[in-house]
């Protein structure tokens, strides 16, 4: 007896879910990037147009280096500031995009495995594939509540390639 196969709605909307919000995630570090820049720009700018008030104001060298030494420090408390600031933004960038990513793969995940689910059936032939799919599910599910690799054991600190190592050597490591 042959099933017709058919693709649920729930996975096309699963897939251009998954594939929005990777572009959201794109569009939104291009915004920050693009601001940044313009930060860059603006203090670029400051720097330039106190250089030349201090050249053209001054009326003897003194007062020249007076003018352009205010400049260089507020230059580098701005430098700085940008600085602060482009190591803080990548980071919040990576928290966030992360857990849209996971919510997103999760729904995506959901509407897959779902999907499949329906496709075995209760024949007896696909019963190996059930219990596959039902581990399957279980890892993926693990991993992205964890936010953990795949192949990492979550009951032990040690990544794998570690234990492998010590496990050659012969060495002994304490968890």
């Known amino acids: ?21 990777m572009l959201g995630c794109g569009h939104e570090y291009r915004r920050q990037a693009c ?16 250089t030349r008030d201090a050249a053209t ?6 007062e020249f280096a007076a003018g352009y030494q205010t400049m260089l420090r507020d230059y580098m408390a701005a430098t700085t500031n940008l600085w602060q600031q482009g190591l803080v933004s ?3 960038h990576q928290t966030a ?21 329906q496709g075995a059936g209760m024949d007896l032939a696909t019963l190996p594939l ?12 693990g991993a992205l509540d964890r936010g953990v ?8 600190a040690t990544p794998p390639a570690t234990a492998r190592r010590f496990a ?8």
């Open 97 to 117: 995009c992360s857990d849209d990513m996971r919510d997103a793969l999760a729904g995506w995940q959901a509407a897959w495995t779902g999907n499949w689910q």
């Open 57 to 62: 104001g001054a009326h003897d060298w003194s």
């Open 130 to 141: 059930q219990d596959w799919m039902r581990r399957f599910e279980q890892t993926v599910r």
């Open 90 to 92: 990548p980071a919040r």
């Open 35 to 50: 601001e940044f820049e313009m930060l860059r720009i603006k203090r670029d700018l400051a720097a330039l147009n106190a």
């Open 149 to 156: 690799p795949f192949g990492w054991r979550t009951d032990s």
């Open 168 to 175: 050659q050597s012969g060495e002994q490591h304490v968890n």
């Open 1 to 21: 007896m042959a099933t017709d196969s058919t693709t649920p709605l729930d996975l096309y909307r699963a897939n251009l879910g998954l594939a929005l919000r």
